[in-house]
């Protein structure tokens, strides 16, 4: 078993910057990718960014350039720093981590991210 908890969503105004962090516990040597989906009222869930134990990260189109993904394996924790945020940035984000050996996904209770125009 996994658990993630998250921290740093908010509200804050078109052009700015928050952080997002997500510490997991639990099972943690297991856990390969980590990283963020994001979900807007009346929308799917979509993907933000991953990144691997190793480092590899990949990214949505519409965050590239804009959001760094980062991780601390020592901290068993995983951060995404948005900058130049925008109105349509706005919806829950929720971390999650793959344990691939037994191909579960483990998903945190999602914060809140809010920008205004």
């Known amino acids: 078993q996994v658990q993630l908890l998250e921290s740093g969503g908010g509200l804050v105004q078109a052009g700015g910057s928050l952080r997002l962090s997500c510490t997991a516990s639990?099972?943690?040597?297991?856990?390969?990718?980590m990283g963020w989906y994001r979900q807007a009222p009346g929308k799917q869930r979509e993907l933000v960014a991953g990144?691997?134990?190793?480092?590899?990260?990949n990214y949505a189109d519409s965050v590239k350039g804009r959001f760094t993904i980062s991780r601390d394996n020592a901290e068993n924790t995983v951060y995404l720093q948005m900058n130049s945020l925008k109105p349509e940035d706005t919806a829950v984000y929720y971390c999650y981590a793959d344990v691939t050996v037994v191909g579960i996904r483990y998903w945190g209770q999602g914060t809140q991210v809010t920008v205004s125009s």
């Open positions: 639990g099972s943690i040597l297991s856990i390969n990718t």
């Open positions: 990144i691997t134990s190793g480092g590899i990260r």
